[in-house]
């Protein structure tokens, strides 16, 4: 069972990055269904590989300019998928007036006004709230963003339809729900990371985040009757900036 599960997570890491990963490592569709539930555990490993190169450039450099090469990292380990995502979402929601014209704008490679502006305040934004941290902090930050949010992702695999009709998606393997027990296993290694960080701004990130996911959710309901794959990695990057949003809000007293 171990090994099987170490080839689901390996397959994940596969799916969702660009990380290496042994050649023995199987690939079907059944198999990407179960990896899934690892989805929360690959933003450990992203966030992980964004807290070393932080706190390396930290040493050298300062802060705003270790954030930006954390950010890097993450973009160079996992190809920009979630920000792909974000973009195509962001173009077929801001210029399709229906179901049949979204999914087609969000499958065009192209990417247009929307999305670039998607994109800008996606990397702007993260870039800003990393920057204004704790400097001792942003590794925790880190870590926890990059889990909690693809658990925010994992939310919608667990709760919506897949939108798409068609068999040609690469996520369409990803369609079947998470059942109850996969989506505990998922939030366990979104949750963990959490600890890591004082409660209240912890939990302030967490409900932050989750309105973010509700938010989306509520739009993909209403305009395509479930979740795409670009649907799943916009919902990603929402929530991590959401997410430091809560961890940097200051409350009135």
Known sequence: M???ELDYFL????FFTRLPVPAWVGHSAEALQHSARW???????VGGIAALVYLAALQIWPQPV???????ATLYATGAFHEDGLSDTADGLGGGWEKSRI?????DSRVGSYGVVALWLGLTGKFVLLAAFDPALVPAALLAGHAWSRGCATLLL???DYARDDDQSKARPLAQRLTGGALLFALAF?????????????????????LATAWLAA????WLGGYTGDCLGATQQLAEIAFYLGLLAQWPR
């Open 2 to 4: 171990l090994r099987r």
């Open 66 to 72: 270790a954030v930006l090469l954390a950010m890097a």
């Open 158 to 160: 667990a709760s919506m």
């Open 190 to 210: 979104a949750l963990a990371p959490l600890l890591c960080l004082p409660w209240p701004q912890a939990v302030a990130g967490l409900l932050l985040a989750l």
């Open 11 to 14: 397959g994940a890491l596969r």
């Open 219 to 222: 739009k993909f309901h209403r």
């Open 103 to 107: 999914l087609a704008i969000m499958k």
């Open 39 to 45: 989805l929360p555990a690959v933003g450990l490993v």
